[in-house]
């Protein structure tokens, strides 16, 4: 679970750096697609990731946080 969670820390951190502010809804869109072909799981890992960014967006120190220990 450890190597998940970090997995998704890590690419909650590069759709930030990717799309900033705008990863979150990039993300529901993208869980959407997958609910819609019924990728259940797809669609439960996109949304995780954005609750992730959605974290990191509210706490500002714990988006350096993570920034630092690229």
Not at 31 to 44: I, L, P, R, S
Not at 59 to 68: I, N, Q, S, Y
Request: with cysteine; hydrophobic share 45%; charged share 25%.
């Amino acid at each position: 679970m450890a190597a998940n969670k970090k997995t998704v820390e890590q690419i909650a951190r590069e759709m930030v750096d990717r799309f900033g502010a705008d990863a979150v809804p990039v993300l529901h869109k993208l869980a959407a697609k997958a609910t819609a072909v019924g990728d259940h799981h797809g669609a439960a890992t996109w949304q995780e990731i954005a609750n992730v960014i959605e974290g990191m967006l509210k706490d500002p120190c714990r988006l350096l946080d993570t920034a630092a220990s690229r």
